[in-house]
T-cell receptor, first 114, second 113 residues
Framework: DTEVTQTPKHLVMGMTNKKSLKCEQH?????MYWYKQKAKKPPELMFV???????INESVPSRFSPECPNSSLLNLHLHALQPEDSALYLC?????????????FGPGTRLLVL | GQQVMQIPQYQHVQEGEDFTTYCNSS?????IQWYKQRPGGHPVFLIQ?????EVKKQKRLTFQFGEAKKNSSLHITATQTTDVGTYFC?????????????FGTGTKLQVIP
């Protein structure tokens, strides 16, 4: 099973809302990632979790809060977002982030902030 | 900062024509990965190159890693409409004491039937 799943597929939220994005993988990967992708741009790394611990935070605003409940799950909690945060949010996983290995991406959540 | 650039940004080809995208890094890379993202889809891993001068083939796709490990190319022979999408190279780039996989700027391929 080389699948990474993400829910929801689409999300519309107001600037005062609180929502969460969810990601799951069952490949036994120890590294999980959150990326943000704007239209016509490459994915930009936001967070890296390695062995369920936050290893990298790419200076992401605190209105984005990641959480890794266990080795298979990764959440991204959203609060007080801005319209410019509208984007495709991609989750990915790999065996180990230190070795810069192949990443398997989920289908993403298309987020629109009104 | 360290960057990974791709050219061209866009390419329109007639079905059956060949296509090449080039990836250039400002620094030496330990490996290079290639991903394809279909319109409305997510990046899908195609291949990883590790050795200097390495060439790998996947059916009509040929991937090459430069001798200096600072550039790479993807060549598609006889394009088909199923090749439509954006092709990204990605490589580990030093950032604040660690290496993170940084995606190139991407090349969007449109195939005209």
């Amino acid at each position: 099973d080389t699948e990474v799943t993400q829910t929801p597929k689409h999300l519309v939220m107001g600037m005062t809302n609180k929502k969460s994005l969810k990601c799951e993988q069952h490949m036994g990967h120890r590294a999980m990632y959150w990326y943000k992708q704007k239209a016509k741009k490459p994915p930009e790394l936001m967070f890296v979790y390695s062995y369920e611990k936050l290893s990298i935070n790419e200076s992401v605003p605190s209105r984005f809060s990641p959480e890794c409940p266990n080795s298979s799950l990764l959440n991204l909690h959203l609060h007080a977002l801005q319209p410019e945060d509208s984007a495709l949010y991609l989750c990915a996983s790999s065996q180990d982030w230190l070795v810069a290995e192949t990443q398997y991406f989920g289908p993403g959540t298309r987020l629109l902030v009104l | 900062g360290q960057q990974v650039m791709q050219i061209p940004q866009y390419q329109h080809v007639q079905e059956g024509e060949d296509f090449t995208t080039y990836c250039n890094s400002s620094t030496t890379l330990s490996n290079i990965q290639w991903y394809k993202q279909r319109p409305g889809g997510h990046p899908v891993f195609l291949i990883q190159l590790v050795k200097s001068g390495e060439v790998k083939k996947q059916k009509r796709l040929t991937f090459q890693f430069g001798e200096a490990k600072k550039n790479s190319s993807l060549h598609i022979t006889a394009t088909q409409t199923t090749d439509v999408g954006t092709y990204f190279c990605a490589g580990p780039v030093n950032s604040g004491g660690y290496q993170k996989v940084t995606f190139g700027t991407g090349t969007k391929l449109q195939v005209i039937p």
